[in-house]
């Protein structure tokens, strides 16, 4: 035990001593979930318009302001001739344009079927498809409005169907709420990874790592010494991107916090298993580094995180089950945002405590052979 507890200090010693590391580790957590929060968000709002109100009415222009009461347009441009449609949407200055064409009063007036030009920007696909949504549900309440009001006007009652809608979890429907748990696991996974690997990968660029192996100290006291620094280091990370999360962007919090930071600690098995596996491939801290992102940036990507798992084509579905951050991304989304427990997450758990056994395990071999 005296032999780790040393390890252990002589590890947070080199840590406090690299001017490098202190920077990765608290201010590189902050600059990622501001970052993250601010720019991976997924609302769509004040959209940029460009309103070309060719009719100039009453009725032309209720329809163009009902854009802009809806709260996700904001109306920028006013233009007044076709040919200026092609030059604001060149510049990307709007993301859609409304022309209304003259006759639109009128053909009301005379209960005649009207149409109206929407141009979306279309180069984000995800984005024009959110603001034709949004553009439809305006057009169809102003059609439904006008419909109701002639047969208001001849006396005719219709019936109709109210739908009430109400979101379960984030009844706010924020993305911010759903994107901050993720930014928590992507910053254990990064940090954890990359300092486990680069601090093992720096021993043996120092010729440290042989001199400490001269020593009675086991294999295994060694593994143990470099790896809880770390746990202790990405466990903090997780508390403190946490506190961030729930102070800064006042993300609610509906589970029970201490399985959440429980269930973290199983987490950290995978990390840093995988750490000290890419210290047992990598020559050098840049090496080390490299490999990290190399293996890192699929998890992200394949874990849910941003691109949502079920439009994965199939084959690439089943990968997912071998990347250790999809359980944990399904773990702290059930809890921050469910209030979910053990009892639904349990085969998560699972999964997530096998892959992270596994991973250690066949690091610890690897390493343990590299040290023999």
Not at 11 to 36: G, S
Not at 87 to 98: E, F, T, Y
Not at 250 to 276: Q, S, Y
Request: aromatic share 10%.
């Amino acid at each position: 035990m005296k032999a780790i507890l040393f390890i252990i200090k002589k590890e947070f010693l080199q840590v406090a001593r690299d001017k490098a590391f202190i920077p990765m580790l608290f201010l590189a957590p902050i600059i990622q979930t501001m970052l993250f929060g601010y720019t991976v968000a997924t609302n769509v709002d004040n959209i940029s318009t460009a309103v070309l109100d060719q009719d100039k009415t009453q009725d032309s222009r209720k329809f163009i302001q009902s854009f802009s009461n809806s709260g996700y347009f904001r109306l920028r441009y006013y233009l007044q001739s076709v040919s200026e449609i092609d030059s604001i949407m060149d510049s990307g200055k709007a993301k859609l344009v409304i022309n209304v064409p003259k006759g639109f009063a009128l053909d009301l007036s005379r209960n005649k079927p009207t149409s109206i030009q929407v141009i979306i920007d279309g180069s984000d696909s995800s984005t024009a498809n959110v603001i034709m949504g949004y553009t439809k549900d305006i057009v169809q309440k102003n059609s439904s409005n006008i419909i109701l009001e002639l047969l208001r006007k001849t006396g005719i009652k219709t019936p109709s169907i109210n739908s009430k809608y109400r979101a379960w979890y984030n009844p706010e429907l924020d993305s911010v709420n759903y994107i901050v748990p993720g930014i928590i696991c992507t910053i254990i996974a990064i940090v954890t990874t990359m300092l486990t690997s680069a601090a093992i990968v720096r021993e043996r660029e120092k010729g440290t790592l042989e001199q400490l192996m001269v020593t009675p100290i086991t294999p295994y006291q060694l593994i143990l010494g470099k790896v809880l620094p770390f746990m202790i280091i990405g466990f903090a990370d997780a508390i403190f991107v946490l506190l961030i999360g729930m102070f800064w962007f006042k993300v609610p919090i509906h589970g029970n916090v201490f399985l959440l930071l429980g269930l973290a600690i199983i987490f950290l098995f995978n990390t840093l298993g995988m750490g000290i596996l890419i210290s047992t491939v990598s020559k050098t801290q840049q090496q080390a580094m490299m490999t990290t992102l190399f293996l890192i940036i699929p998890w992200i990507v394949l874990s849910g995180f941003i691109f949502p798992i079920e439009n994965m084509p199939k084959i690439i579905q089943y990968f997912t089950y071998l990347i250790p951050l999809r359980y944990f991304l399904i773990i702290i989304r059930g809890i921050v945002l469910k209030g979910l427990g053990l009892s639904m997450l349990w085969h998560h758990v699972l999964a997530m405590s096998i892959l992270g056994t596994t991973i250690l395990t066949l690091s610890i071999t690897r390493f343990h052979k590299r040290l023999e």
